[in-house]
């Protein structure tokens, strides 16, 4: 076995934060390596070969290590995290994107396939930028994977990403993923093999993460969280591999996001603090929602100080956002009232959960659609709670008024809360007009 010329210090961190003593962490290590088909007998001595002697343990053990560390701390565990070294960029990219391809062509429909082809995943692709161009390319790397590709391969990708990004903002999650995972699979996959300088590498890298984990986010607007997970768990190897400090931090924002949405608070603040561990030179915009995605998963568990002294900072750290230049699309002061409304929601505000997500609609931009629709349907839902009944059916017709136009499994949610909800008071006559008006376009 190689050997390192230091103690793996990093390796006894994780190990302590597990809680585990040696044996417990072998046989977890041979339980995950029966479940993988092979036969492992390692015993105590072993891992004190590798914490103490500097051992490092063959490829496909530490492939498990990590798998069984990942899932006893419940957030990802990198090869660098766990003191394994940077192993060669070439060798780990290989093995990377081939599982990624395999992803993502299992995620393709195969009755879409054709349709996405020769219509939509066409036309999306003839409005970016030397596009045909890439086309060209795409299809020498197909049958020359010597082809060398430069920056203009990597522009193709990001502007695709923003492409993709912009349609699932309108059009929701559902709608805009099979294209994401055609991409992947049909350009982003070849580009990853081709030939390139270590620069362009490096820029391919991480074009393909942000990618990947746009993937991931409208597989879990789809509440498809499983494999959600599985695309953000590659979009961090991706980042990693390219040395994106930002991409890894926003994709464990986007797990952290999952998280709360699912309700599990704990698993929320664990991932959101490793975000923030993971860029600590982020600008005050990332610190804002970093901040404020705590925030809520602190309320979320009922810790009313660390979620209040959150949201001080993401008020504090958004001020000092806007005061510089915006990006459209990035965290903003409505997104901030949104963390605000979740907080006081959780905390037992519900007055003042309504007035925040009020003035979150209020000042939202109006090409994000889906969001519109949804956190549009949780306002509805808290003055419904609030006794406010009329109000809420009021609201809930103006959700219905776009319902048909996006397609998210996160807002059809929301719709069932919806009908769920009125279902006691269906004698109310605008209960039962929004009631019939619902179920005909959700039959």
Same mark, same amino acid.
């Given at each position: 076995?190689?050997?390192?010329?230091?103690?793996?210090?990093?390796?006894?961190?994780?190990?302590?934060?597990?809680?585990?003593?040696?044996?417990?962490?072998?046989?977890?290590?041979?339980?995950?390596?029966?479940?993988?088909?092979?036969?492992?007998?390692?015993?105590?001595?072993?891992?004190?070969?590798?914490?103490?002697?500097?051992?490092?343990?063959?490829?496909?053990?530490?492939?498990?290590?990590?798998?069984? &560390?990942?899932?006893?701390?419940?957030?990802?565990?990198?090869?660098?995290?766990?003191?394994?070294?940077? /192993?060669?960029?070439?060798?780990?990219?290989?093995?990377?994107? !081939?599982?990624?391809?395999? &992803?993502?062509?299992?995620?393709?429909?195969?009755?879409?396939?054709?349709?996405?082809?020769?219509?939509?995943?066409?036309?999306?692709?003839?409005?970016?930028?030397?596009?045909?161009?890439?086309? #060209?390319?795409?299809?020498?790397?197909?049958?020359?994977?010597?082809?060398?590709?430069?920056?203009?391969?990597?522009?193709?990708?990001?502007? =695709?990403?923003?492409?993709?990004?912009?349609?699932?903002?309108?059009?929701?999650?559902?709608?805009?993923?099979?294209?994401?995972?055609?991409?992947?699979?049909?350009?982003? #996959?070849?580009?990853?093999?081709?030939?390139?300088?270590?620069?362009?590498?490096?820029? =391919?890298?991480?074009?393909?993460?942000?990618?990947?984990?746009?993937?991931?986010?409208?597989?879990?607007?789809?509440?498809?969280?499983?494999?959600?997970?599985?695309?953000?768990?590659?979009?961090?190897?991706?980042?990693? &591999?390219?040395?994106?400090? %930002?991409?890894?931090?926003?994709? %464990?924002?986007?797990?952290?996001? =999952?998280?709360?949405?699912?309700?599990?608070?704990?698993?929320?603040?664990?991932?959101?603090?490793?975000? @923030?561990?993971? @860029? /600590?030179?982020?600008?005050?915009?990332?610190?804002?929602?970093?901040?404020?995605?705590?925030?809520?998963?602190?309320?979320?568990?009922?810790?009313?100080?660390?979620?209040?002294?959150?949201?001080?900072?993401?008020?504090?750290? =958004?001020?000092?956002?806007?005061?510089?230049?915006?990006?459209?699309?990035?965290?903003?002061?409505?997104?901030?009232?949104?963390?605000?409304?979740?907080?006081?929601?959780?905390?037992?505000?519900? @007055?003042?959960?309504?007035?925040?997500?009020?003035?979150?609609?209020?000042?939202?931009? /109006?090409?994000?659609?889906?969001?519109?629709?949804?956190?549009?349907?949780? &306002?509805?839902?808290?003055?419904?709670?609030?006794?406010?009944?009329?109000?809420?059916?009021?609201?809930?017709?103006?959700?219905?008024?776009?319902?048909?136009?996006?397609?998210?499994?996160?807002?059809?949610?929301?719709?069932?809360?919806?009908? !769920?909800?009125?279902?006691?008071?269906?004698?109310? /006559?605008?209960?039962?007009?929004?009631?019939?008006?619902?179920? @005909?376009?959700?039959?």
């Amino acid at each position: 076995m190689p050997r390192t010329r230091h103690q793996n210090e990093s390796l006894g961190r994780l190990l302590y934060e597990t809680g585990w003593d040696h044996g417990q962490f072998t046989r977890a290590i041979n339980a995950a390596g029966t479940r993988a088909g092979l036969s492992l007998h390692y015993e105590n001595s072993s891992v004190s070969h590798w914490l103490n002697d500097g051992t490092v343990p063959r490829r496909r053990t530490q492939e498990l290590i990590l798998d069984v &560390l990942s899932t006893r701390l419940r957030r990802p565990v990198t090869v660098a995290e766990a003191g394994f070294g940077e /192993p060669q960029l070439d060798g780990e990219a290989t093995d990377l994107v !081939t599982g990624l391809m395999d &992803l993502a062509r299992a995620d393709m429909d195969p009755s879409r396939r054709s349709v996405l082809g020769a219509g939509l995943y066409s036309a999306a692709m003839v409005s970016v930028p030397g596009w045909q161009d890439a086309v #060209g390319r795409i299809d020498m790397i197909k049958t020359n994977p010597h082809t060398r590709i430069g920056q203009r391969e990597v522009q193709s990708v990001i502007a =695709m990403t923003e492409m993709v990004s912009s349609i699932d903002d309108q059009q929701g999650g559902r709608f805009a993923r099979p294209m994401a995972a055609n991409f992947l699979v049909n350009a982003i #996959g070849p580009y990853l093999k081709a030939d390139a300088t270590d620069e362009v590498r490096k820029a =391919m890298l991480s074009a393909a993460a942000d990618h990947c984990y746009l993937t991931g986010y409208m597989a879990m607007d789809e509440r498809l969280d499983g494999l959600a997970n599985r695309y953000y768990v590659k979009a961090l190897e991706l980042a990693r &591999l390219a040395g994106d400090e %930002l991409t890894f931090c926003t994709t %464990l924002r986007g797990m952290s996001v =999952m998280h709360g949405d699912l309700g599990d608070g704990s698993t929320a603040i664990r991932l959101a603090q490793s975000a @923030s561990a993971a @860029s /600590p030179q982020a600008g005050p915009r990332m610190r804002a929602f970093l901040a404020g995605q705590e925030a809520h998963a602190a309320a979320i568990t009922g810790d009313r100080s660390l979620a209040l002294l959150r949201i001080k900072q993401a008020e504090a750290a =958004m001020e000092k956002a806007e005061s510089q230049a915006k990006a459209l699309g990035s965290y903003d002061p409505s997104s901030l009232h949104y963390h605000v409304s979740q907080v006081r929601y959780e905390l037992g505000d519900m @007055s003042g959960a309504i007035e925040s997500m009020q003035q979150s609609h209020q000042i939202r931009e /109006p090409v994000f659609r889906r969001t519109r629709v949804r956190y549009g349907a949780m &306002l509805a839902e808290r003055k419904f709670k609030a006794g406010r009944l009329d109000e809420a059916c009021m609201d809930w017709h103006r959700v219905l008024d776009e319902y048909q136009l996006v397609q998210s499994g996160r807002v059809d949610d929301r719709i069932h809360e919806m009908q !769920t909800l009125i279902m006691p008071h269906i004698r109310n /006559p605008l209960a039962r007009e929004l009631h019939d008006r619902a179920r @005909s376009m959700t039959a």
